[in-house]
């Protein structure tokens, strides 16, 4: 038997993490969540994802600040794909995030099929 892959929600709102987890175990992930980048930073140093969904938007530690520290690891850790979901919806915002090492770029609010997906797409199948 192989296991789900696994998605780690980094987002501040609890709301979007329940929204994504709900969405997601549906599909037949494993979902954990993290408040912000400091706590995902630990959380992937534990056990490693299949695949990041990373807030711009969030206290102590912001989306870009955690996916640039995230891309300067060695792989494993550096090469996990990350999806970036944000309310920020210009080209500059968008340009900054595949700098910072977004994967993919959707602006909130995202639909649950895209989000189903994308994911999918990322974590290289379906769970």
Not at 18 to 41: C, F, H, K, P, S
């Amino acid at each position: 038997m192989v296991d789900a892959k696994r998605v780690l929600v980094v987002d501040d709102a609890d709301l979007m993490r329940r929204y994504y987890r709900q969405i997601l175990e549906t599909a037949g992930y494993t979902v954990d969540e993290a408040l912000n980048g400091i706590e995902a930073m630990e959380k992937l140093l534990e056990n490693a994802p299949d695949l990041l969904i990373v807030d711009i938007n969030m206290p102590q530690m912001d989306g870009m600040t955690f996916l640039d520290m995230l891309r300067r690891q060695p792989l494993p850790h550096g090469g996990i794909p990350a999806l970036v979901t944000t309310t920020e919806a210009k080209v500059r915002d968008r340009n900054a995030a595949r700098k910072a090492g977004a994967n993919f770029y959707l602006t909130k609010p995202v639909g649950k099929q895209s989000l189903v997906d994308h994911v999918a797409l990322l974590c290289g199948g379906p769970a």
